[in-house]
């Protein structure tokens, strides 16, 4: 089994910044692609942002240029800086990420999801 365990998120005023960190752990032989989505109330979860084992990334239009994915491989964690945060970036953020165990079989994880919240 993997567990993914998020943190970082909190309420904010429109402007600031916050990290979000993911750390997974379990019965890991390698991790793939990671990467964060948000869900706001009344909507669809949609794609953040996404980085590949070779650090390859990738973002929804909505946020480039403010939002910045990296990971620790050596930490099995997946990070999310997000700066100029605005108040339609008020969502619950879920870490995801593409796991191969130690079975050698590649299976799909979710964290619990962070809250952040925009607001002056």
């Known amino acids: 089994q993997v567990q993914l365990v998020e943190s970082g998120g909190g309420l904010v005023q429109p402007g600031g910044s916050l990290r979000l960190s993911c750390a997974a752990s379990?019965?890991?032989?390698?991790?793939?692609?990671m990467a964060w989505y948000r869900q706001a109330p009344g909507k669809q979860r949609e794609l953040v942002a996404v980085?590949?084992?070779?650090?390859?990334?990738n973002s929804a239009d909505s946020v480039k240029g403010r939002f910045t994915i990296s990971r620790d491989n050596a930490k099995n964690t997946v990070y999310l800086q997000m700066n100029s945060l605005k108040p339609e970036d008020t969502a619950v953020y879920y870490c995801?990420?593409?796991?191969?165990?130690?079975?050698?079989?590649?299976?799909?994880?979710w964290g619990q999801g962070t809250q952040v919240t925009v607001s002056s």
């Open positions: 379990g019965s890991i032989l390698r991790i793939n692609a």
């Open positions: 995801n990420a593409d796991v191969r165990n130690r079975r050698g079989n590649d299976y799909d994880y």
């Open positions: 980085i590949s084992s070779g650090g390859t990334t």
